[in-house]
């Protein structure tokens, strides 16, 4: 795997109280295009008839919502505009460059992970696995990161970081040491609060939708460990498609391999059964996989907990230990597969799959959950 320097860039104070870069910013909300002129003239008119904004008019946009500038009944106007008419991956690679531009504070691991963009408003039903996937992926040499925030609208449900918190592991990091971390470890946790602050400081006005914005999609995206592979999760096809697209139009960061898959609950952890997966990397295909491939026979309803956060806490610590075997075991098997898989080291994910068997009965799994929890 390559190396590369830790990188770590310096902020300044917005509106909100959070901090961003100053690059730019003065620029572009002194343009032509306030979010309520691009209501009136280009994306408010309709989910049929509204028009795409420009890479510059998109740009503009999100700076002045990143500065506080919009009133409140525009940005959620613009928020609703954009959903119903669906944004373009020209759209979200211009938000997605000024905000790393503007908001996000990138430190970078020597050890080149694959960076999880899990749905950052988490789960509710079935148990994250991702923890488990992620430390055992890390003991077979793939190190990865994972990033989210503290009760993401709207679901404000179980992210990665409540399970880590169940689990005693410190989350309240700031980049540089979500950096060491994940050299040091081989996971990686990157707080939201802490290298995104100004999507953090939307929060209130994000609540106040009730429903998912572009936000939801732009913060998967944010890539504080600078990765060079992005393991994500969509509901349909086009979704992924469309995620695909965004990242090649980025211009602040470089993306060259891309994996998605339906994820359970959205998130990024592999449904039970038959699971669509996209991958680019250079070329983008498609392609089904089912869990009775990998000789596994469990069900949606048998990865459901009653506490997301603290029973899949208990199961990380249980499956990692060698203590459960069953649905739980093999679902988490067959994520770290994904991204053994994802990561360059396995050619195939039943290649992955049999690394990760190797490490969880040898005990090196439950050894780097020791080394988190010690971190």
């Known amino acids: 795997m390559q190396t590369r320097n830790n990188h770590y860039e310096d902020t300044a104070h917005n509106s909100f109280g959070g901090r961003f870069r100053i690059t730019g910013m003065s620029d572009l909300t002194a343009g032509d295009w306030p979010l309520r002129r691009l209501m009136t003239e280009v994306v408010g008119s309709g989910h049929k008839s509204a028009e795409d904004m420009t890479r510059e008019q998109a740009r503009e946009a999100f700076a002045r919502i990143l500065a506080g500038e919009p009133q409140e009944t525009t940005l959620g106007a613009f928020w609703l505009a954009n959903r119903w008419k669906r944004n373009t991956p020209t759209e979200l690679a211009a938000f997605t460059d000024v905000m790393r531009e503007q908001s996000v504070k990138t430190a970078t691991p020597e050890c080149n992970p694959v960076d999880c963009g899990a749905n950052y408003d988490g789960k509710h039903t079935t148990a994250l696995l991702g923890v488990g996937a992620g430390l055992i992926s890390a003991a077979a040499g793939t190190p990865v990161v994972v990033h989210s925030g503290d009760r993401i609208p709207t679901?404000?449900?179980?992210?990665?970081?409540?399970?880590?918190?169940?689990?005693?592991?410190?989350?309240?990091?700031?980049?540089?040491?979500?950096?060491?971390?994940?050299?040091?470890?081989?996971?990686?946790?990157?707080?939201?609060?802490?290298?995104?602050?100004?999507?953090?400081?939307?929060?209130?006005?994000?609540?106040?939708?009730?429903?998912?914005?572009?936000?939801?999609?732009?913060?998967?995206?944010?890539?504080?460990?600078?990765?060079?592979?992005?393991?994500?999760?969509?509901?349909?096809?086009?979704?992924?498609?469309?995620?695909?697209?965004?990242?090649?139009?980025?211009?602040?960061?470089?993306?060259?391999?891309?994996?998605?898959?339906?994820?359970?609950?959205?998130?990024?952890?592999?449904?039970?059964?038959?699971?669509?997966?996209?991958?680019?990397?250079?070329?983008?295909?498609?392609?089904?996989?089912?869990?009775?491939?990998?000789?596994?026979?469990?069900?949606?309803?048998?990865?459901?907990?009653?506490?997301?956060?603290?029973?899949?806490?208990?199961?990380?610590?249980?499956?990692l230990a060698g203590e459960r075997e069953g649905a739980f075991a093999d679902a988490i098997a067959l994520n770290a597969a994904m991204r053994i898989y994802a990561g360059g080291d396995a050619d195939s994910i039943e290649e992955g799959l049999a690394t990760a068997r190797d490490v969880l009965a040898d005990g090196s799994a439950f050894d780097r959950l020791g080394a988190l929890q010690e971190f």
């Open 155 to 319: 679901q404000e449900a179980d992210a990665y970081k409540h399970v880590l918190d169940e689990l005693g592991v410190r989350t309240d990091l700031d980049p540089e040491e979500s950096a060491t971390m994940t050299d040091e470890v081989g996971f990686g946790f990157y707080y939201q609060q802490n290298f995104n602050p100004g999507i953090t400081d939307l929060y209130d006005r994000r609540a106040e939708m009730g429903v998912r914005t572009f936000v939801n999609t732009i913060e998967t995206l944010a890539n504080p460990a600078n990765a060079d592979v992005h393991l994500g999760s969509f509901y349909h096809l086009a979704f992924a498609k469309r995620i695909v697209d965004t990242v090649g139009e980025l211009d602040s960061q470089d993306i060259p391999r891309v994996i998605m898959f339906q994820g359970l609950e959205g998130y990024d952890d592999i449904r039970p059964g038959k699971t669509v997966v996209a991958e680019y990397d250079g070329e983008f295909e498609d392609y089904e996989i089912e869990t009775a491939e990998f000789g596994m026979d469990f069900e949606r309803e048998e990865l459901a907990v009653e506490d997301v956060a603290a029973d899949s806490a208990t199961i990380t610590e249980e499956v």
